[in-house]
């Protein structure tokens, strides 16, 4: 099975950028890298994915190391809205049990 | 378009019971996939299922089934409660359950066995 591992926890000041590492130690060359966040109360939501380049969103960019064995998830510019948990998500191909969810951070954002 | 939708949204049922959770879809997405959540364990994969078939099963004892029907709606099935299965019950859709699929989850379904 795969495995992806994500710090537990972080924190970050107001206003100030936020980078979130991913380890996919056992990633394949066609698993697409994705990124969620769970607010409190709700299901986790889609922020960004990419496959091998760095990506930009509105809310996010996705930075990818060039042997794919890590990702970044950065925040510009975090605000109070953005204290939630992240996941990152590796191997989603079916077929075969490599579907694997990091284990989340813990974002917290200090005023 | 409506989101992935879940029911019920808390249950509360004693151990040696049984209980059934279901999942819509988005629509024309093919692909649900179960996870259980529990605090410090985070997303813990059950199954998926894609044009009523179970493609890929997680870790997870035989109590734990489900089954998807034509319209993708799935349904998961919890038989034999134990104190263990109190958790968070999440389902997502995609549309066909790729790696470069995005997907969407419902608000959970949150079970408390006492």
């Known amino acids: 099975d795969a495995k992806t591992t994500q710090p537990n926890s972080m924190e970050s000041n107001e206003e100030e950028p936020v980078h979130l590492p991913c380890n996919h130690s056992t990633i394949s060359g066609t698993d697409y890298i994705h990124w969620y966040r769970q607010l409190p109360s709700q299901g986790p939501e889609y922020v960004i994915h990419g496959l091998t380049s760095n990506v930009n969103n509105r809310m996010a960019s996705l930075a990818i190391a060039e042997d794919r064995k890590s990702s970044t998830l950065i925040l510009h510019r975090a605000t109070l809205r953005d204290a939630a948990v992240y996941y990152c998500r590796s191997g989603f191909n079916f077929g075969n049990e490599k579907l694997t969810f990091g284990t989340g951070t813990r974002l917290t954002i200090i005023p | 378009k409506a989101g992935v939708t879940q029911t019920p949204r808390y249950l509360i049922k004693t151990r040696g019971q049984q209980v059934t959770l279901s999942c819509s879809p988005i629509s024309g997405h093919r692909s649900v996939s179960w996870y259980q959540q529990t605090p410090g364990q985070g997303l813990q994969f059950l199954f998926e299922?894609?044009?009523?078939?179970?493609?890929n099963k997680g870790n997870f004892p035989g109590r734990f089934s489900g089954r998807q029907f034509s319209n993708s709606r799935s349904e998961m099935n919890v038989s034999t409660l134990e104190l263990g299965d109190s958790a968070l019950y999440l389902c997502?859709?995609?549309?066909?359950?790729?790696?470069?699929?995005?997907?969407?989850f419902g608000p959970g379904t949150r079970l408390t066995v006492l």
């Open positions: 997502a859709s995609s549309f066909q359950g790729s790696s470069t699929d995005t997907q969407y």
């Open positions: 299922y894609f044009s009523e078939t179970q493609r």
